[in-house]
């Protein structure tokens, strides 16, 4: 069935957990209580500003620079890990495009061929 949607929120959460986890183990001394995205990227990926959206951790509009996130804390930020975090949200974001442009009546593209021909006069 039509699980894109899904499955490209799964595949986000769990780059969500394994930054706040690689954060967490390189900051042990902070305390992880939100993601923070751009307004843009929450739209965009369908999310809602103010969700719990890993437990413990809300998501949080946070008016930085798009197709990143943030792992938000109570510690002294280093910014080379937001760099290595900048192709994540890009690349669900564009997949989530192209799903949505690609195939507009829903489905996935590789029954394009089980579509049945036009319907033609008999001659
Ligand atoms: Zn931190």
Same mark, same amino acid.
């Given at each position: 069935?039509?699980?894109?949607?899904?499955?490209?929120?799964?595949?986000?959460?769990?780059?969500?957990?394994?930054?706040?986890?690689?954060?967490?183990?390189?900051?042990?001394?902070?305390?992880?209580?939100?993601?923070?995205?751009?307004?843009?990227?929450?739209?965009?990926?369908?999310l809602?500003?103010?969700?719990?959206?890993?437990p413990?951790? *809300?998501?949080?509009?946070? @008016? %930085?620079?798009?197709?990143?996130? =943030?792992v #938000?804390?109570?510690?002294?930020?280093?910014?080379?890990?937001?760099e290595?975090?900048?192709?994540?949200?890009?690349?669900?974001?564009?997949?989530?495009r192209?799903?949505? *442009?690609?195939?507009?009546g @829903? %489905?996935?593209?590789?029954?394009? =061929?089980? #579509?049945?021909?036009?319907?033609r006069?008999?001659?």
């Open positions: 069935m039509a699980q894109d949607g899904r499955s490209k929120i799964a595949y986000l959460l769990e780059r969500l957990a394994q930054g706040v986890a690689a954060h967490d183990r390189e900051n042990p001394g902070h305390h992880t209580w939100g993601i923070g995205m751009s307004h843009f990227d929450i739209e965009r990926l369908g809602e500003e103010g969700e719990q959206i890993l413990g951790i *809300v998501l949080q509009a946070d @008016g %930085g620079v798009t197709g990143a996130f =943030r #938000l804390c109570d510690g002294d930020h280093n910014r080379e890990q937001e290595a975090e900048e192709e994540v949200l890009d690349a669900v974001a564009d997949e989530a192209e799903l949505e *442009v690609v195939r507009p @829903g %489905g996935r593209g590789d029954d394009e =061929r089980e #579509l049945p021909p036009p319907l006069p008999p001659f």
